[in-house]
């Protein structure tokens, strides 16, 4: 499992010296609960204007495993009730680390193979930011397909 985290340095010239000296280096850092509230909220629930989150559900037909490299979703769906669509379960808790996402999608028309969802940063293009697989699935006309992401940070 990857942790969030980083590093600080500080480095001091006195102003009679060319030379700098270590005060510390790569010190680990503390992410506050406030910062981490923040970082939620920037990448996963803000719904404002220009600073939405990565919020957008997609889902697709395709069989490849998720790559690190992906930047879209093979074979996404558009049609028939299956299109990319704003999560309507949208929620962090403050203090906590851990956010959700989901939609449930009604499909209109049939749709076969349907195994792999993703999140986006926007209703179109956009930047992909988690991919992942499932069961492949085949929807008839007024099936319902619920998607849910729970996001945790480090």
Same mark, same amino acid.
């Given at each position: 499992?990857?942790?969030?985290?980083?590093?600080?340095?500080?480095?001091?010239?006195?102003a009679?010296?060319?030379?700098?000296?270590?005060?510390?280096?790569?010190?680990?850092?503390?992410?506050?609960?406030? %910062?981490?509230?923040?970082?939620?909220?920037?990448?996963?629930?803000?719904? @404002?204007?220009?600073?939405? %989150?990565?919020?957008?559900? @997609?889902?697709?037909?395709? +069989? %490849?495993s998720?790559?690190?490299?992906?930047? !879209?979703l093979?074979?996404?769906?558009?049609?028939?009730?299956?299109?990319?669509?704003?999560? !309507?379960?949208?929620t962090?808790?403050?203090g +906590?680390?851990?956010?959700? &996402?989901?939609?449930?999608?009604?499909?209109?028309?049939?749709?076969? @193979?349907?195994?792999?969802?993703?999140?986006?940063?926007?209703?179109?293009?956009?930047?992909? !930011?988690?991919?992942?697989?499932?069961?492949?699935?085949? &929807?008839?006309? %007024?099936?319902?397909?619920q998607?849910?992401? !729970?996001?945790?940070?480090?």
């Amino acid at each position: 499992m990857s942790l969030i985290h980083g590093y600080m340095s500080v480095y001091l010239k006195r102003a009679d010296s060319d030379k700098w000296e270590t005060i510390t280096e790569n010190r680990h850092n503390l992410l506050t609960n406030g %910062g981490r509230d923040f970082i939620h909220a920037q990448a996963y629930t803000n719904t @404002a204007a220009g600073t939405q %989150g990565s919020r957008y559900i @997609a889902v697709s037909t395709d +069989t %490849g495993s998720p790559a690190a490299g992906d930047t !879209t979703l093979t074979g996404e769906i558009s049609t028939n009730g299956l299109g990319r669509a704003a999560a !309507t379960t949208n929620t962090h808790s403050a203090g +906590t680390n851990t956010s959700t &996402l989901g939609i449930t999608y009604t499909a209109s028309g049939t749709h076969t @193979a349907v195994q792999k969802s993703a999140l986006f940063n926007a209703s179109s293009s956009g930047t992909m !930011t988690h991919e992942n697989t499932f069961t492949s699935v085949t &929807l008839a006309s %007024g099936d319902s397909l619920q998607v849910t992401w !729970t996001l945790t940070l480090g």
